[in-house]
């Protein structure tokens, strides 16, 4: 079964949605979520937001990892 390809699938990357990636990875919203919303592949948006320093991983801690003398 053939998959669609996302809608900005081979187009460049523009500010816009470089600043959406950024606003949307600070928000600690899911790769997958990320990708519908600007229209490319988990794999593209993971790629891109390497290529521009953008980290994808969660910023808030499990609250089992306190520090001590809290």
């Known amino acids: 079964m053939a ?3 996302p809608a ?3 187009k460049p990357w523009t500010p816009q949605a ?3 990636l950024k ?3 600070q928000g600690n919203t899911p790769t997958g979520l ?4 600007l229209g490319r592949t988990e794999d593209a948006v993971r790629s891109h937001a390497s290529d521009i320093d953008v980290s994808l ?3 808030n801690q ?3 990892n306190r ?3 809290k």
């Open 23 to 25: 606003a949307l990875a």
């Open 18 to 20: 470089d600043k959406k």
């Open 34 to 37: 990320i990708a519908h919303d």
């Open 8 to 10: 900005n699938h081979g």
């Open 3 to 5: 998959r669609n390809k």
């Open 67 to 69: 520090r001590k003398g």
């Open 62 to 64: 499990s609250p089992y």
């Open 57 to 59: 991983k969660p910023t």
